[in-house]
């Protein structure tokens, strides 16, 4: 195994089993790489090369998928991952404006992860809720009809 502590050693068992369940086939990597985000909240290269090996396929092809698909990342994510869809219905109706409260607020920048991994803030370019734009998610959760004076209220929502 690959792994360097007790926690991840179950995770990669994890996965290892899941590719096993998909034969190894390489016809099901991007499944098999949804997982290995499931499971390890990103895809660090490690996590890659290991999927490359199991499937017998070079990394440069893991690699070139993960970083092709916006929805793979390669860096690890905050536990709450707030998207603001930046889609045109969105962006005019001031999702540009609520992105810099969330920035001001947090004191990061889209892309990045407070320090304290709590938050990370991404965009998105279409949620496909066009109807309740300006749209912000959190881990999936959608919130329609948005605007900048929400923004504190949502910290506050996930600030446990």
């Given at each position: 195994m690959c792994c360097s502590n007790k926690l991840s050693e179950g995770k990669y068992k994890e996965l290892e089993e899941f590719i096993k369940l998909h034969n190894n086939n390489e016809a099901?990597?991007?499944?098999?790489?949804?997982?290995?985000?499931?499971?390890?909240?990103y895809l660090p290269r490690e996590v890659q090369v290991f999927i490359s090996k199991k499937l017998g396929i070079p990394y440069s092809k893991v690699y070139g998928v993960v970083t092709f698909y916006s929805f793979f990342s390669t860096t690890a994510k905050g536990k709450y991952v707030i998207n603001v869809c930046k889609g045109t219905a969105c962006f005019v109706r001031g999702a540009g404006e609520i992105l810099e409260e969330f920035e001001k607020k947090l004191e990061i920048n889209q892309g990045e992860t407070t320090q304290d991994g709590k938050y990370t803030i991404d965009t998105l370019r279409c949620v496909g809720a066009c109807g309740?734009?300006?749209?912000?998610?959190?881990?999936?959760?959608?919130?329609?009809?948005f605007n900048k004076k929400d923004v504190d209220k949502l910290i506050q929502e996930y600030s446990e």
């Open positions: 099901h990597l991007i499944v098999i790489l949804h997982k290995a985000q499931e499971l390890f909240g309740l734009a300006p749209v912000v998610s959190v881990n999936g959760k959608v919130y329609g009809h």
